[in-house]
């Protein structure tokens, strides 16, 4: 596979961006997204604990071609939501 809009050929094609309370949420989009043969890069399955969030969401970002949020009043109250 090659890369494509400077992302490395194997990136996720879609971050899902979510409130720690709306995880279910966001992991059924990202299932739903998977089983229709998108990458998707979801806290809850690949941040590794003890990972910079900070960078690893930056990078997330930059790597995936386009960004999900789980708009809700919990992800707009949210610390990083805003």
Same mark, same amino acid.
Not at 38 to 46: E, F, H, K, S
Not at 67 to 77: E, G, H, K, Q
């Given at each position: 596979? /090659?890369?494509?809009?400077?992302?490395?050929?194997? @990136? @996720?094609?879609?971050?899902?961006?979510? &409130?720690? @309370?709306? =995880?279910? *949420?966001? /992991? *059924?989009? @990202? *299932? =739903?997204? =998977?089983?229709?043969?998108?990458?998707?890069?979801?806290?809850? *399955?690949?941040?590794?604990?003890? /990972? +910079?969030?900070?960078?690893?969401?930056?990078?997330?970002?930059?790597? &995936?071609?386009?960004?999900?949020?789980?708009?809700? +009043? +919990?992800?707009?109250? &949210?610390?990083?939501?805003?």
């Amino acid at each position: 596979m /090659t890369a494509q809009f400077g992302r490395p050929a194997d @990136a @996720a094609h879609f971050l899902i961006s979510y &409130s720690p @309370a709306d =995880e279910r *949420w966001a /992991t *059924w989009i @990202a *299932w =739903e997204l =998977e089983l229709a043969g998108y990458r998707t890069v979801l806290q809850a *399955w690949d941040f590794v604990p003890g /990972t +910079n969030f900070i960078d690893f969401m930056d990078r997330a970002i930059r790597q &995936s071609a386009a960004v999900i949020a789980v708009l809700s +009043n +919990n992800y707009l109250r &949210s610390r990083y939501g805003r």
